[in-house]
């Protein structure tokens, strides 16, 4: 060894060798990143390439690419995407995102394309999308988020739950959250049977933390008479609807009788016949047909919307989750007095 290496018992030789080594292993590390880092560029790149074709109706890819485009042409996407624009949009943020190489430059333009695709009822491409972004940054709230959108419409709600840990961690309150997965898979959930059911419902409208609203009306379709007795007077606001269109079969006159709220909004309904002077239910719209009743008026009925607390936004239709901005618990039953027409009623259960 001492023929081949005349200076294997120099010290300093030795620490040559370390210094080598070193210097290889750093080497190796940077190339195998940057070909991981290139990997994934390339992966990116092909998913939003099968994704492209026939999607944006726009010319734009005939636009040459300049730094200066981004601004105006991201504010353009998101508009289009806020219409219902969403072939449009999301032909603009695939140009947008093409062009741009540096992951953390076009985040946001990848949070949008997420964004669009869950709008326009692409599930599986915006979770990929999503899923994309978090495997580049894990700490991205807005995509852990809308990731567990995206697996609760997809009825994953075990991979939805997964997506709650990291937000835990990242410092984010989830309680609302867990709370709302929880019904969601209890209610889903065909194994339990009815019993069961109804006594889990039991509890849990007794926790604030759990939709009042959403338990309730799961109790009318199961168990009409826990449903009565659980009745929240205070909360019947949010409630309004379902007591409205609940067919004559499935009230309990006893109940109603006792409570002056409930007998009048049946009066109004004109399930009870008003006898003598009506008592006020402290609902101005119920009230107000007692008292058109009164004055030989039939011909007024209840009109419900449905707005969200967080975007203001108004839907015909009941919701769990806002279909604008995705919000849990934010429902506001909106009553207005309206017409009478000649049909017959039907149930929202
Ligand atoms: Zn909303």
Same mark, same amino acid.
């Given at each position: 060894?001492?023929?081949i290496l005349?200076?294997?018992?120099?010290? %300093?030789?030795?620490?040559?060798?370390?210094?080598?080594?070193i210097?290889v292993v750093?080497?190796?590390?940077?190339?195998?990143?940057?070909?991981k880092? &290139?990997?994934?560029?390339?992966t990116?790149k092909?998913?939003?390439?099968?994704i492209?074709? @026939?999607?944006?109706?726009?010319?734009? &890819?005939?636009?040459?690419?300049?730094?200066a485009?981004?601004?105006?042409?991201s504010l353009?996407?998101?508009?289009?995407?806020?219409?219902?624009?969403?072939?449009?949009?999301?032909g603009?943020?695939?140009?947008?995102?093409?062009?741009?190489?540096?992951?953390?430059?076009?985040?946001?333009?990848?949070?949008? %394309?997420?964004k669009t695709?869950?709008?326009?009822?692409?599930l599986k491409?915006?979770?990929?999308?999503?899923l994309?972004?978090?495997?580049?940054?894990?700490?991205?709230?807005?995509?852990?988020?809308?990731?567990?959108?995206v697996?609760?419409?997809?009825?994953?709600?075990?991979?939805?739950?997964?997506?709650?840990?990291?937000?835990?961690i990242?410092? +984010?309150?989830?309680?609302?959250?867990k709370a709302? %997965?929880?019904?969601?898979n209890?209610?889903k959930?065909?194994e339990?049977n009815? +019993?069961?059911?109804?006594?889990?419902?039991?509890?849990l409208?007794e926790?604030?933390?759990?939709?009042?609203r959403?338990?309730?009306?799961?109790l009318?379709?199961?168990?009409?008479?826990?449903?009565w007795?659980?009745? @929240?007077?205070?909360?019947?606001?949010?409630?309004?609807?379902?007591?409205?269109?609940?067919?004559?079969?499935? %009230?309990?006159? @006893?109940?109603?009788?006792?409570n002056k709220?409930?007998?009048?909004? /049946?009066?109004?309904?004109?399930?009870l016949?008003?006898?003598?002077?009506?008592?006020?239910?402290?609902?101005?719209?119920?009230?107000?047909?007692?008292?058109?009743q009164?004055?030989?008026?039939?011909?007024?009925?209840l009109?419900?919307?449905?707005?969200c607390?967080r975007?203001?936004?108004?839907?015909?239709?009941?919701?769990?989750?806002?279909p604008?901005?995705?919000?849990? @618990?934010?429902?506001?039953?909106?009553?207005?007095?309206?017409?009478?027409?000649s049909h017959?009623? /039907?149930s929202l259960?």
């Open positions: 060894m001492d023929k005349p200076a294997y018992n120099d010290p %300093l030789f030795s620490i040559l060798i370390i210094v080598l080594l210097l750093a080497i190796v590390s940077f190339v195998m990143g940057n070909y880092e &290139e990997r994934q560029r390339k990116l092909s998913f939003l390439g099968k492209k074709t @026939d999607e944006c109706t726009l010319d734009i &890819e005939k636009l040459p690419f300049e730094e485009l981004i601004t105006p042409l353009l996407a998101h508009t289009f995407s806020t219409q219902g624009e969403y072939q449009k949009s999301i603009i943020y695939l140009y947008l995102i093409n062009n741009i190489s540096p992951f953390p430059k076009k985040e946001y333009l990848l949070e949008g %394309l997420g695709y869950l709008k326009a009822g692409f491409r915006s979770e990929s999308i999503f994309e972004i978090l495997r580049k940054h894990a700490r991205n709230r807005e995509a852990l988020y809308h990731l567990e959108v697996y609760e419409l997809l009825n994953k709600h075990d991979k939805a739950g997964q997506t709650l840990k990291p937000l835990e990242l410092g +984010e309150n989830s309680n609302s959250l709302h %997965l929880k019904l969601s209890l209610l959930n065909q339990i009815r +019993e069961d059911k109804v006594k889990k419902l039991k509890q409208i926790d604030s933390s759990y939709s009042y959403r338990v309730i009306k799961e009318f379709k199961l168990d009409l008479n826990a449903a007795e659980l009745l @929240d007077i205070d909360k019947i606001d949010s409630i309004l609807d379902i007591l409205w269109f609940l067919p004559s079969s499935n %009230l309990n006159f @006893d109940i109603i009788s006792t709220t409930l007998s009048s909004i /049946y009066r109004a309904k004109g399930v016949e008003a006898k003598g002077s009506v008592s006020k239910s402290g609902i101005f719209v119920i009230d107000t047909i007692n008292a058109a009164k004055g030989g008026s039939h011909e007024v009925d009109n419900f919307k449905y707005g607390s975007c203001k936004q108004h839907f015909p239709i009941s919701f769990e989750r806002c604008k901005c995705y919000a849990i @618990d934010s429902i506001q039953v909106k009553v207005s007095l309206a017409k009478k027409q017959t009623g /039907y259960l």
